[in-house]
T-cell receptor
Framework: DAKTTQPPSMDCAEGRAANLPCNHS???????VYWYRQIHSQGPQYIIH???NNETNEMASLIITEDRKSSTLILPHATLRDTAVYYC????????????????FGQGTILTVHP | NAGVTQTPKFQVLKTGQSMTLQCAQD?????MSWYRQDPGMGLRLIHY???????DQGEVPNGYNVSRSTTEDFPLRLLSAAPSQTSVYFC????????????FGEGSWLTVV
């Protein structure tokens, strides 16, 4: 699996942009970068994903470097409800076996949004 | 978490008992999977299915069985519960794998005593 590296924790002031970095230097050409978050022990919530181009949706923006070795998740206006563990994941696209379609969750980044 | 429903949400079992965790999705997704999450650890893949009648093992399949008789349902069976299976279990589904969004259920909290 392509390994991802994230800072263990980050803080952000409410109303400001939260920029969460992720390194994935061993990513393969056809592997997507996914971002999920988990609040307490609820089910992981999908945020965004991308392959090469920058992506934006109603929740966030994803900036992927040209060499694809790193990316940044941007929450444009963080709120207290955005406090969660954020996971950057490279999804395995193997042909089969025990890892087929698997999302490999690392330790993630604990984002704390404070007033 | 759109469309993935897990039951029960909480369950306590005695060692050696069997039970089934239910998972259903109404999005006509082909790919379904089960993960477990232990304290301080990431999610680990137990079993997955790429369509009705097709299942395969993930990273930690021992002690669990699955079946996929319909597109909508993907139950996870614990054959003889052990304390090591105390965990939070998440079911997930997606239309395919490459570049598709995976949706997770809310989780099933299982305690084996």
């Amino acid at each position: 699996d392509a390994k991802t590296t994230q800072p263990p924790s980050m803080d952000c002031a409410e109303g400001r942009a939260a920029n969460l970095p992720c390194n994935h230097s061993t990513i393969s050409g056809n592997e997507y970068v996914y971002w999920y978050r988990q609040i307490h022990s609820q089910g992981p919530q999908y945020i965004i994903h991308g392959l090469k181009n920058n992506e934006t949706n109603e929740m966030a923006s994803l900036i992927i470097t040209e060499d694809r070795k790193s990316s940044t998740l941007i929450l444009p206006h963080a709120t207290l409800r955005d406090t969660a563990v954020y996971y950057c994941i490279v999804r395995v696209e193997s042909a089969g076996g025990t890892s087929y379609g698997k999302l490999t969750f690392g330790q993630g980044t604990i984002l704390t949004v404070h007033p | 978490n759109a469309g993935v429903t897990q039951t029960p949400k909480f369950q306590v079992l005695k060692t050696g008992q069997s039970m089934t965790l239910q998972c259903a999705q109404d999005m006509n997704h082909e790919y379904m999977s089960w993960y477990r999450q232990d304290p301080g650890m990431g999610l680990r893949l137990i079993h997955y299915s790429v369509g009705a009648g097709i299942t395969d093992q993930g990273e930690v399949p021992n002690g669990y069985n699955v079946s996929r008789s319909t597109t909508e349902d993907f139950p996870l069976r614990l054959l003889s519960a052990a304390p090591s299976q105390t965990s939070v279990y998440f079911c997930a589904s997606s239309y395919g794998t490459v570049g598709n969004t995976i949706y997770f259920g809310e989780g099933s909290w299982l305690t084996v005593v």
